[in-house]
């Protein structure tokens, strides 16, 4: 894609698992206190997030901006989603295990959205869906549109290996915005001050951050749903 071509003082490659340790490095510093979620529940250090993020690298779809000083700027992790098959064990609760009480509560709202919303269901024929999981930009680049170009390089990686949907969960008003521009649209939106648990709201970040959204974008003319 000429898009790809640009002259940047950045360049866009895979992230693989020797990158961990520097992309967690950035995480800590732009996107683990920003998130509003982790902000409201002022979650502080949380390996099992740290994990967590880190732990779909190994797919060999995530992509990072490298500056020309060898310094990571930005990030777009993803991982891929399969669809189940009537042999697939059903899949354990990510909730279940966790030994952090407040990332606890976060992984609990992902059980809900899981039990209550299939993106499968929206796309029934796609056997595999690209699932954005986080982009986070270092402060001093944002507003030079790397999370576009990095977005530009998962999209052509759908297109390498015929992947027809990409899937974001955006916890951040901001983040839903920010893919809405990239020509995304809504899917799926679960309002926190509807989401209760023993009757109390155990999420309810700040304004406008007032809903989590699932977000899609398809490629190669996918037939949906929707």
Same mark, same amino acid.
């Given at each position: ?11 866009? @490659?895979? #992230? !693989? ?25 002022? $979650? ?9 993020? $880190?732990? *779909? ?27 189940? =098959? ?5 899949? &354990?609760?990510?909730? @279940?295990? *966790? ?8 992984? &609990? ?6 039990? /209550?919303? /299939? ?8 056997? !595999? #869906? $690209? ?7 270092? !402060? ?10 990095? =977005? ?17 969960? *955006? ?7 920010? %893919? ?5 649209? &809504? %899917? ?14 155990? $999420? ?9 959204? #699932? ?6 003319? =996918?037939?949906?749903?929707?």
């Amino acid at each position: 894609m000429e898009s790809l071509k640009v002259n940047r003082p950045y360049r866009v @490659e895979l #992230i !693989t698992e020797k990158d961990s340790e520097d992309v967690l490095k950035m995480l800590k510093k732009f996107f683990f206190k920003d998130e509003p979620l982790n902000h409201f529940l002022n $979650l502080g250090e949380c390996k099992e997030l740290e994990k967590y993020s $880190l732990k *779909c690298i190994g797919e060999n779809c995530s992509f990072k901006a490298v500056h020309d000083n060898g310094d990571i700027i930005g990030v777009f992790i993803s991982g891929l989603l399969k669809r189940p =098959t009537p042999e697939d064990e059903a899949p &354990q609760s990510l909730a @279940e295990g *966790c030994e952090h009480p407040k990332f606890k509560k976060i992984m &609990q709202l992902m059980d809900y959205i899981d039990s /209550n919303f /299939n993106i499968f269901d929206v796309y029934p024929d796609a056997n !595999t #869906i $690209l699932d954005g999981k986080i982009v986070s930009v270092n !402060t001093n680049y944002r507003g030079l549109g790397i999370a576009g170009v990095l =977005t530009e390089h998962t999209l052509n990686y759908m297109r390498q290996h015929d992947i027809p949907v990409m899937h974001v969960l *955006c916890s951040s008003h901001y983040s839903a915005r920010v %893919v809405e521009k990239m020509g995304f649209h &809504q %899917v799926y939106e679960l309002k926190y001050a509807d989401y209760k648990v023993n009757g109390e709201n155990p $999420l309810l970040p700040a304004e406008p951050h007032v809903a989590a959204r #699932i977000m899609v974008r398809e490629v190669n003319n =996918t037939n949906s749903k929707i």
